[in-house]
């Protein structure tokens, strides 16, 4: 009688684990607190482009506000000058402009491009060691 031999279980392959570097690219631009994680957490924060976006996400976030601050206060002062509508018209103008460029930084990340911004773009490849 012929000994039936039982196959060997194979374990299903693992799904990998972890985000696509362009995914996490562009979630670094979704406010500061993915940029800070992809710069801590190991496997993100030893892959240079990833490591690029969310120093180039931080240092975004940093000039938004401070041009934000530099314009309320230049918007503040037009207030005595201009109509009450018009600032808020140029309020307006000014976070559809941010909303524009956070969405080219998104989509490029996305794309798997290094889209950089003229002088922060060059700090945060230098912090990102590419």
Do not use: C
């Amino acid at each position: 009688m012929p000994e039936e031999t039982q196959p060997i279980p194979v374990p299903p392959p693992t799904a990998p684990s972890g985000l696509a570097d362009n995914v996490a690219g562009a979630l670094a631009y979704f406010t500061f607190i993915p940029a800070i994680i992809f710069l801590i957490v190991a496997p993100y924060n030893q892959k240079s482009f990833i490591r690029f976006h969310a120093w180039q996400s931080l240092l975004l976030t940093v000039a938004a506000i401070v041009i934000n601050i530099a314009l309320g206060i230049v918007l503040g002062i037009a207030l005595f000058i201009l109509p009450f509508f018009i600032t808020r018209m140029l309020w307006t103008l000014i976070d559809l402009a941010w909303l524009a460029v956070w969405l080219v930084f998104v989509v490029n990340a996305y794309n798997g491009k290094r889209f950089k911004i003229p002088v922060l773009g060059d700090i945060a490849e230098k912090q990102a060691g590419a």
